[in-house]
């Protein structure tokens, strides 16, 4: 990924990603949060994981982001993107809305 296309990703994952890290690292805590979300083989979710690696990566200054990060940020806006254009007629507490949060996103 050139400089460009880092700045891309960076500044859509910045837009998509609207919870602060302590927000997000709160959620994860919740049973919610929890109770949504593909098992990535260990008992936990795919998304909890990605909710865990995006509050490493809002943390880091720009300067220390590497490569997989960027990767990261890529699949968190691809996920968001898609997961939002299935909106259900009823948002609050619907599993659409837990595994959004879960990547970092809260659609309220």
């Known amino acids: ?12 994952f910045n837009e998509l990603v609207n919870m602060t890290p302590s927000e ?8 919610e949060s929890k ?10 979710s795919v998304g909890h994981k990605s909710g865990e690696k ?4 809002k943390r ?5 982001l590497t490569d997989r ?3 990261h940020m890529r699949k968190v806006v691809g996920y968001i ?3 939002r254009a299935q909106r259900p007629k009823e948002v609050k507490g619907s599993n659409w809305a837990y595994s959004l949060k879960n990547w970092g996103h809260d659609p309220a």
């Not at 997000?24 to 049973?31: D, G, I």
Request: proline share 0%.
């Open 1 to 12: 990924m050139n400089e460009e296309e880092k700045k891309e990703v960076l500044d859509e």
């Open 24 to 31: 997000l690292e709160k959620w994860l805590k919740t049973e």
């Open 35 to 44: 109770s949504v979300g593909w098992d990535s083989g260990d008992g936990e």
């Open 54 to 57: 995006i509050i490493q990566i």
């Open 60 to 64: 880091k200054k720009r300067a220390d």
């Open 69 to 71: 990060d960027f990767d």
């Open 81 to 83: 993107k898609r997961h």
